[in-house]
């Protein structure tokens, strides 16, 4: 697998999957690129688009982002795009191996995170590969949030 570059920065996040992080125990992060038409980036510089029900799939050796939805762009006309069509994701070959075995292996699930754009314009989609959290580990992860918030409060007012 690549090295992950440590120079790249998210400049504008556009969509982010804030419940993802509650539902899965996220394994591995990958910066993928997408594949967009015209419409769709400007649509997403407008701050438009959603992630809350997405998720990535392989299929015939390439990975998909599917259920994304980004509305269509305002002063689009007749080219316009269509809001939830799966999206091609720019991946390394190695990595779509590795992260469509792990899925198929595993029982595990492709995450988008977020939607942004990096430091050079390019719109980027962060991917997680997770696996599905029980009822229980929900509530572990709500008390040890709560816990947190609550020692961080204790110790504001102590000074």
Request: charged letters at 35%; hydrophobic letters at 35%; glycine letters at 8%.
């Given at each position: 697998m690549a090295r992950p570059h440590k120079d790249t920065v998210k400049v504008k996040t556009v969509a982010?999957?804030?419940?993802?992080?509650?539902?899965?125990?996220i394994?591995?992060?990958?910066?993928?690129?997408?594949?967009?038409a015209g419409t769709e980036v400007k649509a997403l510089r407008g701050g438009e688009g959603s992630i809350a029900e997405?998720?990535?799939e392989l299929k015939d050796g390439q990975m998909?982002?599917?259920n994304a939805n980004?509305?269509?762009f305002?002063?689009?006309n007749r080219f316009n795009h269509e809001p939830k069509r799966p999206r091609k994701l720019l991946l390394h070959e190695r990595q779509i191996h590795k992260m469509g075995s792990a899925v198929a292996r595993q029982g595990m699930t492709l995450i988008p995170l977020s939607i942004y754009f990096n430091d050079r314009g390019r719109a980027?989609?962060?991917?997680?590969?997770?696996?599905g959290k029980q009822l229980h580990d929900k509530r572990e992860t709500e008390k040890t949030r709560d816990w947190k918030r609550d020692?961080?409060?204790i110790m504001r007012e102590r000074g």
């Amino acid at each position: 697998m690549a090295r992950p570059h440590k120079d790249t920065v998210k400049v504008k996040t556009v969509a982010e999957n804030r419940r993802a992080r509650y539902e899965y125990f996220i394994e591995d992060v990958v910066e993928a690129g997408i594949a967009l038409a015209g419409t769709e980036v400007k649509a997403l510089r407008g701050g438009e688009g959603s992630i809350a029900e997405a998720y990535a799939e392989l299929k015939d050796g390439q990975m998909w982002l599917v259920n994304a939805n980004i509305p269509e762009f305002s002063h689009g006309n007749r080219f316009n795009h269509e809001p939830k069509r799966p999206r091609k994701l720019l991946l390394h070959e190695r990595q779509i191996h590795k992260m469509g075995s792990a899925v198929a292996r595993q029982g595990m699930t492709l995450i988008p995170l977020s939607i942004y754009f990096n430091d050079r314009g390019r719109a980027k989609v962060e991917l997680a590969l997770g696996k599905g959290k029980q009822l229980h580990d929900k509530r572990e992860t709500e008390k040890t949030r709560d816990w947190k918030r609550d020692a961080a409060r204790i110790m504001r007012e102590r000074g």
